[in-house]
Nanobody, 124 residues
Framework: QVQLVESGGGLVQPGDSLRLSCKASGFSIKVYHMGWFRQAPGKEREFVAGIDWTGTYTQYGDPVKGRFTISRDNAQNLVALQMNNLKPEDTAVYYC?????????????????WGQGTQVTVSS
């Protein structure tokens, strides 16, 4: 069974850090480019970060540039999102996905697999 399972979300204060993980099972991520998206209540899902299958190239959404870092460990079949200096506007459900289309990694439609999401809440 193909699965992506996110973990690491929680309730933190502004300025804190969190590290999200996305563990794949039932398939190998080493042939997929991986992305993180988020969706806040009442808003559309937005691109957060993406990484190519080799781990060489990354992309970030403007709101998170300089604060978030995406990484991958193909041997562990895992993708991570390190989130620093969190802000209340980062509050959302975070999803990871797998795609073979790096050129459109910022778009939802090319993704082959999605996780169920993990909640991140930033509040004082």
């Amino acid at each position: 069974q193909v699965q992506l399972v996110e973990s690491g979300g929680g309730l933190v204060q502004p300025g804190d850090s969190l590290r999200l993980s996305c563990k794949a099972s039932g398939f190998s991520i080493k042939v997929y480019h991986m992305g993180w998206f988020r969706q806040a209540p009442g808003k559309e899902r937005e691109f957060v970060a993406g990484i190519d299958w080799t781990g060489t190239y990354t992309q970030y959404g403007d709101p998170v540039k300089g604060r978030f870092t995406i990484s991958r460990d193909n041997a562990q079949n895992l993708v991570a999102l390190q989130m620093n200096n969190l802000k209340p506007e980062d509050t959302a459900v975070y999803y990871c996905g797998a795609t073979i289309d790096y050129g459109n990694i910022r778009r939802e439609s090319p993704y082959n697999f999605w996780g169920q999401g993990t909640q991140v809440t930033v509040s004082s």
